[in-house]
């Protein structure tokens, strides 16, 4: 679900403003009539509440810990348990009702028995951690995002449960608030000697270590409006991330596995217990399994399935995942696993007890991903838009879903996915020849505003919109505005309020983030990037991947030689490669080196990165131990024709 390196700059400030106080949101900031009467009509046609939720949610529970804030290195606070503790009673004018009531379930914290051997830790993260007792110590699945709260996971298990040591860990998908954490329950040691089997589906580690280095810059950026970064939790601000409250602050680590499932029906004995494993790579994640505890007949489905409508395509940006194959994996789910299985769980929210309620419920995913695929391409082949079925598809629920709630759109959005789908067959291209050369956003927004009669017309009619409660079309007229008048503080302020009636309004709780986010940018500074990345992940990149995510800062414009070849020995690992430069492009070549180059290279790849990555100049990469041989000028001017890494941009002011 998450990307490595996001975490810090997309949550810290949520960790360390919740501290304070939960409830200190600028009160002034209030729901609109507009919005208040929306909230009421969603109110009114939301189902019946029923009991399973609340009692699923909290079943089972045994403990948690005394102290809500779990601290990183140098006593900095990475998570805190009572963040949401504001979030009971009847729901406030600023959150939507069916937000509220998710919430009301999603953020219970503590250590909760599933079966007599198999227990989850929730609400420490993002994720959830599923520990199953083994013959001599705990199997884990999913070691949470970051090394400070899976120690606080695995504390509270060993505290409550009895002390025993981990014997195996199972990484069900490869990102990051599944893997993440596994220093805090194991060291490397564990699993190169084989004392820890450490399992993973088939292409984990290059999944895991690729998914953003190349649009990493953008998908950071991005990524902050998705999870809220600064917003504190409130009943005007963050209200979760919808498969759960929000990604913590510490440090992100990973240990290869050592032992990989490549093939549904695989089967393991691990500490004694056997395991049975469904592949179900290409839905969810790239690379992702789930897992069947034959003795306990329990369904572990990762993130396939969970108390929310998922994403087709992320809002932080992704590839589109493919909505038939999810869909086809949750009938394979449902057919050959539920009727075995007395207990569902999932990486993310509550487990479902009891075989036929658990049939049921996978029945109703796999119905709902599926309607969603079918329908869109239903509409898609009579000539509609992605707009157009976006449109549609959102009052067109199946009239069989209506009153299961975890269909609902608490993460992803049938709007969203349903352009998603439409993007993974067709593309962005409506084939419409006026959006096939369109003007860029700034020159249209200018034209746009001069067409509707200036500044002073646009305003009029936006502020008409926001008294009739249109707060889509007063968005639109106020976002052109503003990128054609970017000085206008009236526009700003403006456009800010009715982004956060938006939000207000969201049903899914990234998409409120989403809105907010941009109207904390709108009246304050955007908050400064933070793209500290993972040791471990860095270190597992493979070289190729490095010097090919060095070529997308390429600026052949600022390079002045015609050509440049470099050689490149990497004396840490034993690996050769070159790097070819000229007035267009920069492609490396691991596994060669050049018989004539103008520049040699040579020392760990450590200093290759300081000297590619954090812009550190020639000279000074030299000092530390990098040999250099040849013309140290044409390398410097390569290394000045690398833009700095990306320190994030603006996203609704031009």
Same mark, same amino acid.
């Given at each position: ?25 600028? /009160? #002034?900031? &209030? ?9 009421? !009509? *969603? +109110?009114? @046609?939301? $189902? ?96 949470? /995002? #970051?090394? &400070? ?9 060993? !505290? *409550? +449960?009895? @002390?025993? $040591? ?99 029906? &695989? ?116 000539? &509609? ?270």
């Amino acid at each position: 679900m998450i990307i490595a390196g996001l975490r810090a700059g997309a949550t810290f400030a949520f960790v360390t403003a919740t501290l304070a106080s939960a409830h200190a949101q600028d /009160t #002034s900031i &209030e729901a609109s009539e507009g919005t208040r009467a929306v909230q009421g !009509q *969603t +109110l009114a @046609q939301l $189902p019946a509440e029923g009991a399973r939720d609340a009692a699923f949610s909290t079943r089972g529970f045994l403990a948690t810990r005394a102290e809500p804030v779990i601290l990183g290195f140098g006593g900095k606070p990475v998570w805190n348990l009572a963040a949401y503790d504001f979030v009971q009673g009847p729901a406030p004018d600023t959150v939507n009702p069916s937000l509220w009531r998710h919430m009301t379930h999603l953020k219970h914290h503590g250590l909760y028995q599933v079966t007599s051997n198999i227990w989850q830790v929730r609400g420490f993260d993002l994720s959830n951690m599923t520990i199953i007792r083994g013959e001599t110590g705990w199997i884990i699945i999913d070691p949470l /995002t #970051s090394v &400070e709260t899976a120690r606080a996971a695995l504390e509270l298990v060993n !505290q *409550t +449960l009895g @002390q025993r $040591p981990v014997s195996a860990v199972i990484y069900s998908h490869s990102h990051a608030d599944h893997f993440g954490g596994v220093r805090g329950v194991i060291v490397p040691e564990d699993a190169t000697s084989g004392r820890v089997t450490v399992i993973a589906p088939e292409g984990f580690m290059a999944e895991a270590t690729s998914e953003n280095i190349m649009a990493g810059g953008a998908m950071l950026r991005r990524a902050a409006y998705q999870f809220g970064t600064g917003i504190m939790p409130g009943a005007t601000g963050q209200m979760g991330s919808g498969i759960g409250t929000a990604v913590s602050a510490g440090t992100l680590s990973l240990i290869a596995p050592n032992a990989t499932i490549s093939s549904t029906g &695989e089967a393991r004995t691990v500490d004694g217990v056997h395991l049975e494993f469904q592949i179900v790579s290409g839905s969810e994640a790239p690379a992702e399994l789930n897992v069947f505890v034959v003795p306990e007949k329990t369904f572990l489905i990762a993130e396939i399935a969970t108390c929310t409508l998922h994403n087709i395509l992320t809002p932080r940006g992704a590839k589109v995942r493919d909505a038939r194959a999810w869909a086809q994996y949750l009938d394979e789910a449902a057919i050959r696993y539920a009727p075995q299985s007395n207990t569902v769980v999932s990486s993310h929210c509550w487990p479902i007890f009891g075989r036929e309620t658990g049939m049921a419920w996978l029945g109703e995913q796999r119905d709902n991903y599926r309607w969603l695929h079918d329908q869109t391409v239903r509409r898609m082949n009579r000539g &509609e838009t992605m707009h157009e079925i976006a449109e549609a598809l959102e009052t067109a629920s199946p009239p069989g879903l209506a009153g299961e709630w975890s269909t609902k759109g608490y993460y992803g959005t049938v709007s969203h996915n349903a352009k998603a789908i439409y993007q993974f067959y067709l593309g962005w291209y409506d084939a419409v020849p006026a959006n096939l050369h369109a003007h860029p956003p700034i020159v249209r927004a200018k034209k746009l505003v001069d067409a509707l009669g200036g500044a002073d017309r646009t305003m009029a009619l936006a502020d008409a919109a926001m008294t009739a409660g249109d707060y889509r079309w007063a968005s639109d007229l106020l976002q052109n505005l503003v990128f054609a008048v970017p000085d206008d503080q009236t526009a700003k302020a403006m456009l800010a309020k009715s982004y956060r009636q938006q939000g207000y309004q969201a049903q899914s709780a990234i998409w409120r983030n989403q809105f907010l986010a941009a109207a904390n940018d709108l009246v304050q500074n955007r908050p400064a990037a933070n793209a500290a990345q993972s040791t471990d992940l860095i270190a597992a990149l493979s070289t190729q991947e490095l010097l090919d995510s060095a070529a997308t800062r390429f600026a052949p414009e600022r390079f002045g030689k015609q050509a440049l070849t470099v050689a490149i020995e990497l004396t840490d690992r034993g690996e050769h490669a070159t790097i070819a430069a000229n007035g267009a492009a920069m492609i490396g070549r691991v596994g060669t080196l050049p018989a004539s180059p103008d520049v040699t290279v040579r020392g760990s790849r450590a200093l290759l990165l300081g000297l590619m990555f954090l812009k550190q100049p020639v000279a000074a990469v030299e000092r530390g131990g990098l040999v250099i041989e040849g013309d140290r000028s044409a390398l410097q001017a390569l290394m000045n024709a690398l833009d700095p890494m990306p320190q994030g941009f603006d996203i609704v002011t031009p």
